[in-house]
C-alpha cells in the first residue's frame, strides 16, 4: 500500500525555520522517483491551498505566497520529500501535508502541523 507521511513540524517564532520531510512507502508498482511531488497547506478554518511542487528531475515551482522562503527537494534513493522553511510568518501557521502530483491531487499524507507564534 502506497504511503505517505510528514514530519518535521512544530511551534516557532516569526523568523524561524523548519524542515519537513514525506517518506514515502509502498511505491512498488511505480518508483516513487517517477512521481512529481507537492506540499499544500491548510490554515486554520481556511481551505486547501497549494505552495510548492517538484517534478521527477527535481525542478521546483512555488506559489508567491512562500517564493524566496520555502525550498523543496527531493532524495530519490530515500524516497523522501523535503520541505525547508525559511523566515516564517504568522501567516505560515497551517497543517502542511505533501502528495504526488506537482499540484497535488492525488495521494496526501495526515500532515505536520507548523505553529507561528511569538
Known amino acids: 500500500e502506497e504511503r505517505l507521511v510528514e514530519s518535521g513540524g512544530g511551534s516557532v517564532q516569526p523568523g524561524g525555520s523548519l524542515r519537513l520531510a514525506c517518506a514515502a512507502s509502498?511505491?512498488?508498482?511505480?518508483?516513487?522517483?517517477?512521481?512529481?511531488m507537492s506540499w499544500v497547506r491548510q490554515p486554520p478554518g481556511k481551505g486547501l491551498e497549494w505552495i510548492s511542487g517538484i517534478n521527477r528531475d527535481g525542478g521546483a515551482i512555488y506559489a508567491d505566497s512562500v517564493k524566496g522562503r520555502f525550498t523543496i527537494s527531493r532524495d530519490n534513493a530515500k524516497s523522501i520529500v523535503y520541505l525547508q522553511l525559511n523566515n516564517l510568518k504568522s501567516g505560515d501557521t497551517a497543517m502542511y501535508y505533501c502528495g504526488t502530483g506537482l499540484t497535488g491531487g492525488g495521494l496526501r499524507g495526515r500532515g505536520t502541523q507548523v505553529t507561528v507564534s511569538s
Open positions: 509502498g511505491f512498488t508498482f511505480k518508483p516513487f522517483s517517477s512521481y512529481a
